[in-house]
Structure formats: C-alpha cells, structure tokens
C-alpha cells in the first residue's frame, strides 16, 4: 500500500521513567492545540502498556493492536472521535502477545502509517523505558518532547533515553555506511557506547574515516533539539533541570530547548477516567496554562512546509532508499564537486526529501523522486 505524508506534525512524547506523566501531558497538549483550531489525533504508542484509553474513558472498538493484527487495513481506520472538536483518538488497544516487540518490516509499515494519518498534528504517548521501538518512534517524529519530573532518577532516564535516541538516529544514518557502519556496530558490541558518547565524539571519528561526511553531523544536532517539559514541578527545581541540560550539552552535544513546566495538580486523580472532562473544567487551569505555553511555542516554533512539497515523495521505504541510494552511485562523478557520493546516500537515511530536492536541483530526474500517481 503506497502512503503519501498527510500529517504537517508528528510530535513524540517520551522520557525513559514510567509514571512522570507523559500520558497526561501528551493528552494535554493534544487537547490544547485542537482548541486552537488545530486537527490533532492523541496516538497511544506505549505498545503492550497502552492506558490512554482509560484516561480518556474511550472505548475504541478499533486500535493499534488491531492494525498491527492486520484486522483493519489503514491506521486511519482505527481513529476513532473523542466527542471534542478537532480532536480524535488512535487507541493503543488491551495488551496482545507480541504486541509490545513488534518485527522490524510492521515497525516501518507502522511508522509510515503514522505519518499519512491526515491531521494538522499527531501526537505520540510513548512507553517508557529505552528500548529501540520506543527510541525509534521517538526519532520518526518531526519533534521529540521529553518528560521528565524534577527527580534525579528521571532527570537520569531523561538524560540516558536522549542519548538512547540521538544512537539510534546516528545508527540509522550511517549503518549502512561501509567503514563507519562496522565502528558504530563495534562501540554497541563492546558496550564503548556506554561512556562518553556524543555528536562531537561521533563527528571525531568521522573527521578521522571520512570527512566529507562530518557536515551530516551538524545537520543531525540542528535536527536533534529535543524539548524539555518538566512535569510537577515544585518550584525550586532550577538546578537539577539545568544538570539535565548541562549533561545533555557536555556529554552528547546536544541543546536541550525547555518548552514549559506544569505543575502538580490535586484535583487530576479524580479524574483519572474522564481527563478531557477535567481539561475543560477550571480545576485543570495550572496545569493547562503549562501545556498551553508548550501547546504556544509548538506552534510557533514549526515551519509548515510548503504545498509545493507535496509533489515530492514524502514516504520512503527501504526499497525506494535502495533504489535512490543505487541512482547515486550510478550518476557521473562530475556531479559530486561540491557534496561527495558517499555523504548524499548516508544523508538519504537522514533527510530523504533534501537528497531528492538537491539531485534534481543537479539536474537529475528519476520517477523514485515523486508520488506515484
Ligand atoms: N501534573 C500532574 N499533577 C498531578 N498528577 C499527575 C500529573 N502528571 C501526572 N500525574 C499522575 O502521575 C501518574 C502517572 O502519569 P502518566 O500515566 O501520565 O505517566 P506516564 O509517564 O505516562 O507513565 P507510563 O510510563 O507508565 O506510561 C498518574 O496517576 C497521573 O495522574
Ligand atoms: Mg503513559
């Protein structure tokens, strides 16, 4: 089934700690910007944990499982209205066998669904923990928001799932690459990922094996600027957020933009069946001010893209990646002057669209570039 991108915005919402609160605020701010006008599906991704449903006091008579079940064709199918305008649901559906270690093949059939779910904004509650599902769904998103409360040991899973992250988009992009494919399979195998491990290591050792490519370092830290929420905060928790940054800058190279605090509420643990209820009711309003300034900066922040992209092809599978990264290698080496071959294809893993976009502007033209019509 060929898919055309539809949803403007994929957002994930992840942390690494369970119970800080990524549901609440994922359901929050999915519930802030389809009051602004905005057409936003809530998505429960905490595949074989899913309670979004529960929160919300929906009974989806189709879900994720169901897709993934292959019960229903399109992950379209499985949304579902929450009765608010402009806001709808993908229920992540009762625990199945299986479910939570879904094969690699359903993972991108998934991923890809995701983003033709035609809405202004898709919002992602992930599971927690730093498994590769959960850091790979948080890496397919066009921006990741990382929940953490003002704790040490969540600001510790915080810090360790975005190091988690920021390796497997750094796998993703350069894994296949002949020479530093094997060093970064060498740093999983022999735990080395496991100390220092940031951009600016990584592009050390590229410098060193192949410097054409260290400009795709750069292009992934300008991608990789994951926001901040604190959740319950107390107030007196300035330190402990600015270690999280601190580390985060040292250690992976990586700029930590902090999107809003939300405070404890009292009030939400009646309301833990019917949240959208609580939302709507004044009980909710500090909470709500948070996830509005989060909802606020969000939308001030994203470029939409432009219409004229829509010719383009937006869904990229493993078999159209192979072919464009086939076509590369194919086209005269007068072409490559400026940009080598070698950076083009890892970039292709990276940013699809800019490698399409930057070969016909080289004059290149192949029917893989565009939609099928
Ligand atoms: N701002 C808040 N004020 C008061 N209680 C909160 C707040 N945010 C979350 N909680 C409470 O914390 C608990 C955990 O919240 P939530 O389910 O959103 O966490 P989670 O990170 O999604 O957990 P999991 O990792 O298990 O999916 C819930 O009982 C919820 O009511
Ligand atoms: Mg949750």
Not at 204 to 226: A, C, H, R, V, Y
Not at 284 to 306: K, Q, V, Y
Not at 307 to 326: C, H, N, P, Y
């Amino acid at each position: 089934m060929k898919l055309e991108r539809k949803a403007k915005h994929v957002i994930a919402v992840g942390g690494g700690k369970g119970g800080v609160g990524k549901s609440v605020c994922s359901a929050a701010l999915a519930f802030a910007l389809s009051k602004k006008g905005k057409r936003t599906v809530l998505a429960d991704f905490d595949l074989g944990a899913a309670n979004l449903h529960t929160y919300l006091g929906l009974n989806a008579a189709c879900t994720l499982t169901d897709f993934m079940h292959k019960k229903v064709e399109s992950l379209e199918d499985a949304i579902v209205p929450t009765g608010f305008e402009n806001l709808s649901f993908l229920s992540g559906g009762d625990y199945s066998f299986g479910a939570a270690n879904p094969a690699h093949w359903m993972k991108l059939k998934v991923m890809r669904h995701i983003h033709a779910i035609d809405a202004d904004f898709v919002i992602l509650d992930l599971g927690a923990g730093t498994s590769y599902n959960v850091l790979d769904l948080f890496g397919t998103a066009d921006k990741g928001i990382v929940v953490t409360v003002p704790e040490p040991g969540a600001v510790i899973n915080a810090y360790a799932f975005l190091k988690g992250a920021l390796f497997r988009k750094i796998h993703t992009v350069f894994g296949r690459h002949t020479k530093i494919g094997p060093v970064i399979d060498k740093m999983v195998n022999s735990g080395e990922s496991h100390g220092t491990f940031g951009l600016h290591t990584f592009k050390e050792i590229i410098e060193k094996s192949d410097p054409d490519l260290t400009p795709l370092i750069n292009e992934i830290g300008e991608w990789f600027k994951p926001l901040l929420l604190v959740n319950m905060t107390k107030g007196d928790d300035h330190q402990i957020i600015e270690n999280l940054e601190g580390l985060c800058s040292r250690k992976l190279g990586v700029e930590l933009q902090e999107l809003a605090s939300v405070p404890a509420n009292r009030e939400l643990s009646r309301y833990l069946m019917n949240m959208l209820d609580f939302f709507v009711s004044y009980r909710s309003a500090d909470i709500m001010a948070g996830i509005n300034r989060a909802a606020d900066s969000l939308l001030g922040e994203i470029n939409t893209e432009a219409a004229e992209e829509r010719v383009f092809r937006t869904d990229f599978d493993d078999d159209i990646l192979q072919g464009i990264s086939k076509l590369i290698d194919g086209l005269d080496d007068m072409l490559f002057l400026t940009v080598s071959k070698e950076l083009m294809k890892c970039r292709l893993f990276f940013k699809p669209l800019y490698v399409i976009k930057a070969l016909v502007g080289m004059g290149v033209d192949d029917d893989l570039f565009f939609c099928p019509d």
